[in-house]
């Protein structure tokens, strides 16, 4: 009896953090069914053609003359079909006729008609699909195109000397029923099928039981007396609720003391740092991303928030020495409340973000509150790092120093204010490796593209973050107990 009402107390908290953990959950994962939308279940197909590019004419599509392109894709659901054109810069009439068959069963899928005198030069034309065809995926395919233009008035299909042919996709143009080589300047769009997405609610399923077994190892572990890091971790928080209130609020307003704007530097500042940076790489260097200026403020507001959460973390510890080494709390609360700080001034480096995006006119769509997602597995990340330099700045006071070094590297290599695409091939690995490109990438794809990002690419950052995460608090665990000597 006398174990049982010891352990009550933590029994408690437990049962309270069991319930809030399983209704997130749920609630999170059906929500995040809805905002996925169809990018749940599709992606743009790996099997896409893309447009080679244009070398030469075919042939002048007059009466009588027809263009054959035979193909295969590797699209699980085909949309649609385009072709450039040459006009020999003239005024061609007639028209256009464009079709594609499915040579293996002799049917026609798709066939239209265009006004030749309507193509441009270097214009497409496109067959699409009412609905996208399913049932394609690497059988033989042919693209017709032929005409009832007169000689003189006839436009004629680009073609490229060279093909993308590989061992599972082959081409073959004919011309006027003779084999050429090259292929035509086409493109086939489709998208695939996601399996993790058809699959949704098992793997569903199996996240709530994995959870539901780790509440259920953690309860029994608590029922037996036995110490559980995370439950302590839970009481300890809900316990210095109001301290952690007390050291976040002295970091904001440390901040800000005795400064005349005071906290409107949170919306100042990262709209002073887009408008130069705005200037000098859409004026100067020229560059052509869409939307650059609400690309350009989500790096520098997210970055902002990494910089400024790992700097002040960097410090936690050695700069609550005198705290430390007189009254006793949980050491992990130093570096958590400044990051929490930090978070507190990214919502507010939020607002500037959003007036930009009104004001350039971006078209928001549901999936904006998915890079909600990212942000957080942005903010995990920095906590985990956050302990890590915490630590390190006990024992090698240098750190300060080094950090200061590597978070320059480490902006010039994540592409805030410059396109990934102007990285050359062989240094694309860093990218690959940089968790800050991942939460960038895709949040920026929720907000300006409006779509989602594949389900893997949610279970990748979260990974990442976690990861941080567990080897910044396992090292903050064991150096801990010895700070006090360095301090």
């Avoid at 953090?17 to 997130?24: K, T």
């Avoid at 899928?109 to 399913?134: H, M, N, P, R, V």
């Avoid at 500037?352 to 990212?374: D, E, M, N, Q």
Wanted: glycine share 6%.
């Amino acid at each position: 009896m006398e174990k049982i009402q010891k352990n009550r107390p933590v029994v408690l908290p437990v049962r309270r953090l069991a319930v809030g953990l399983v209704l997130v959950y749920v609630a999170l994962t059906i929500l995040f069914y809805f905002l996925a939308g169809d990018q749940l279940h599709l992606r743009e197909s790996r099997g896409n053609i893309s447009l080679s590019p244009a070398e030469s004419g075919t042939v002048e599509l007059c009466q009588g003359a027809v263009v054959e392109q035979q193909f295969t894709v590797k699209i699980q659901r085909l949309e649609s079909v385009s072709v450039q054109w040459g006009t020999y810069y003239r005024s061609n009439a007639g028209t256009v006729t464009m079709e594609l068959w499915d040579q293996q069963n002799g049917s026609l899928l798709l066939s239209q008609k265009y006004d030749a005198a309507a193509i441009q030069e270097g214009g497409l034309t496109t067959l699409t699909a009412e609905e996208s065809i399913e049932g394609l995926y690497q059988v033989p395919l042919l693209l017709r195109i032929y005409a009832d233009s007169q000689i003189g008035s006839a436009a004629s299909p680009l073609m490229s000397l060279s093909t993308q042919e590989t061992a599972d996709q082959a081409f073959l143009l004919m011309l006027n029923g003779a084999p050429t080589d090259g292929m035509l300047c086409f493109t086939a769009q489709g998208t695939d099928y996601i399996w993790t997405g058809l699959h949704y609610w098992q793997f569903a399923a199996v996240g709530l039981a994995l959870i539901l077994a780790f509440i259920a190892a953690v309860w029994f572990r608590v029922r037996r007396g036995k110490r559980s890091y995370v439950v302590n971790a839970a009481v300890a928080v809900q316990r210095y609720r109001f301290l952690i209130r007390q050291l976040v609020a002295r970091d904001f307003k440390t901040k800000y003391k005795r400064s005349v704007l005071g906290m409107f530097w949170r919306f100042l500042n990262p709209l002073l740092t887009m408008c130069v940076q705005y200037f000098v790489f859409s004026t100067v260097f020229k560059s052509d991303i869409p939307n650059y200026a609400v690309y350009l403020l989500i790096g520098i507001v997210s970055f902002n928030f990494f910089s400024e959460s790992c700097g002040m973390s960097l410090t936690s510890i050695v700069g609550n020495a005198g705290l430390i080494t007189k009254v006793y709390v949980p050491k992990y609360i130093y570096p958590l409340t400044r990051v929490m700080s930090s978070v507190v001034n990214l919502g507010i480096s939020l607002i500037p973000l959003i007036l930009v995006i009104f004001c350039t006119g971006l078209r928001l769509h549901k999936s904006v509150f998915l890079a909600l997602y990212f942000l957080l597995c942005l903010v995990v990340f920095s906590l985990g790092l956050g302990l890590l330099l915490s630590s390190s700045m006990v024992f090698f006071r240098d750190t300060q120093f080094l950090w200061n070094v590597l978070s320059m590297i480490w902006m010039y290599a994540t592409p805030i204010f410059y396109p990934e695409n102007i990285l050359p091939e062989k240094f694309r690995f860093i990218l690959r490796i940089n968790p800050l490109y991942h939460f960038l990438k895709n949040a920026r794809l929720c907000i300006m593209d409006g779509i989602s990002p594949e389900p893997i690419v949610y279970v990748q950052c979260l990974l990442m973050a976690s990861g941080m995460l567990l080897v910044g608090a396992l090292v903050f665990r064991r150096s801990q107990d010895r700070f006090v000597l360095y301090l």
